[in-house]
């Protein structure tokens, strides 16, 4: 096939902007699909995918579309699986940016621009949502028109939903986005944008082949593992797995490999064949992606620990962003403490490790990591409050602190500046995309991004408004350990790592929290929060009352103090040495200590 006739692009865009829906159109109209096989949101194969109606993972599929080949790469729109988009836009040469018609430039579409300006790809602005009785489409265009620096006229108006305007993209697509430029003739380069572990064939890579031609039984290097493997079968995503004679320069296709370690196939690696024809220089691959939310996954049966770490193996080949370590709790047993990119992400990794692996499991409330210089200058980062070494020992602490954006309508800027200043958060700028539209800029420490900041700023801006960040520096702060003790045993996996002048209010919520969570016991049991041996905060969880009195028919009165007495003196002894039920959503009680 001729490479001049090839198109590789992606759709980008805010979350819920109708990436997916376009894409429906696009397979219908390129026949791609049949209209009896047609479903909504058909490139969002995974179960949580339909049932949340957001995009987690990118989706690949052939379309053919006037004598042309489009590889399109459907991918997520949520701040959390922006690397999912950073791949994407790495095995393309252009991209489809959608901007709903009725709310315009948000948080997200900005920072996918930026990452499609900084990959250098060809931007076709396309308005969505043009059907709805809300949409604005010359506003929305002059705002698009600001950004990109584009003729408001030669924005494309379309609606997914009706198919209105559809081809014209996809005519578009083909003059406006270049060809590839591989050399067919040099040795097979093929950079890995993606990669997945089936059950039943083993590790399969997704590739976009930069130079050369990849056949079905080619001996492989993957020039980073240094390992070695054989295309068991090639083939096209059209839009399941199609097996074809061989993969062609420039195209984007599958390799079902024989690797049977999963972490010898690395996100960003170059396939390249084994053997004296092997090409020398790799591509460029991805920045690697450093995970800042942290959480403690501990399996309810110690029995399944094996399993946790076999399924986590297999997400992480197709998560790059995962990162777990070992981590132990003297109440939870053995487990992992998980990395991942947000609280999205961690709530969509916890939900298909139980879906798809059938684990049942505790997960703790998130943190982050934070820098530890001792007393005598040695740095270390800690990932979560268990790891604090004494307080002597430490000199000072620094934590993750994040640069923001908020897009929000004008008449919200007041209450989002003051939920800013609520999180410890620095306001740094504040300017106008249009009359209406505002952009906040500021900066504030992540920890205090990741609890509810999300919600309250949805609350604040009735919906309106959208958020998104990056990790900046580590900043020095006045930072304790807060301890939480549960019958005057201290729990490790509750201790958090906070400001001082928070810790107070954090401890009241928590201990507050907890009495509601925590099940009565036989016996009275206390909730404590702690800064080292000063106790800040205390409720108590009222013992089950058995009426130990109720066979008692009149008699002397003497006898029924007699009675409670004895069961007095029976509640404190088991208040010794009882042990108290704690329930798995205690664990969580950070993430929910608003609700």
Known sequence: MNQSNTRNFCIIAHIDHGKSTLADRMLELTGTVEMRAMQAQLLDSMDLEREKGITIKLQPV???????????????????????????????????????????????????????????????????????????????????????????????????????????????????????????????????????????????????????????QTELKLMATRADGLAVEVGTFAPKQTPAPEIQTGQIGYIVTNLKDISEARVGDTVTVSGKDHAVTALAGYRQVKPFVFAGFFPSSGEQYPDLKDALE?????????????????????????????????????????????????????????IITESDGTERTIRSAAELPEPSRIDHIREPWIKGEVVVPGDYVGGVIQLINRIRGEHKNLSYLDEQLALIQFEAPLSNVLTDFYDSLKSITSGYGSFNYELGEYRRENLVRLDILVGGELIDSLSLVIHKDEAYRAGKEIVDKLKEI????????TLQAAIGGKIIAREDVRALRKDVTAKLYGGDVTRKNKLLDKQKKGKKRMKRIGKVDIPAEAFMVLVSKNA
């Open 62 to 216: 052939k379309m053919k579309w006037k004598d042309h080949t489009l590889n399109l790469i459907d991918t997520p729109g949520h701040v959390d699986f922006s690397y999912e988009v950073s791949r994407s836009l790495a095995a393309c040469e252009g991209a489809v940016l959608v901007v709903d018609a009725s709310q315009g430039i948000q948080a997200q579409t900005l920072a996918n621009v930026y990452l499609a300006i900084e990959a250098g790809l060809e931007i076709i602005p396309v308005l969505n949502k043009i059907d709805l009785p809300a949409a604005d489409p010359e506003r929305v265009a002059h705002e698009v028109s600001n950004l990109l620096g584009c003729d408001p006229d030669t924005i494309l108006r379309v609606s997914g939903k009706t198919g209105e305007g559809v081809e014209k993209v996809l005519d578009h697509i083909i003059s406006d986005i270049p060809a590839p430029q591989g050399h067919a003739d040099q040795p097979l380069r093929a950079l890995i944008f993606d990669s997945i572990y089936d059950q039943h064939r083993g590790v399969i890579l997704f590739v976009r082949i930069v130079d050369g031609v990849i056949k079905r």
């Open 518 to 525: 925590i099940p009565k016991q036989s016996f009275e049991v």
């Open 314 to 370: 297999k997400l992480k080949l197709n998560d790059a962003a995962l990162l777990y370590e070992p981590e132990s709790s003297s109440v939870l047993g053995f487990g992992y403490r998980v990395g991942f990119l947000g609280l999205l992400h961690l709530e969509i990794i916890k939900e298909r490790l139980e879906r798809e692996y059938g684990l049942d499991m505790v997960v703790t409330s998130p943190s982050t990591d934070y």
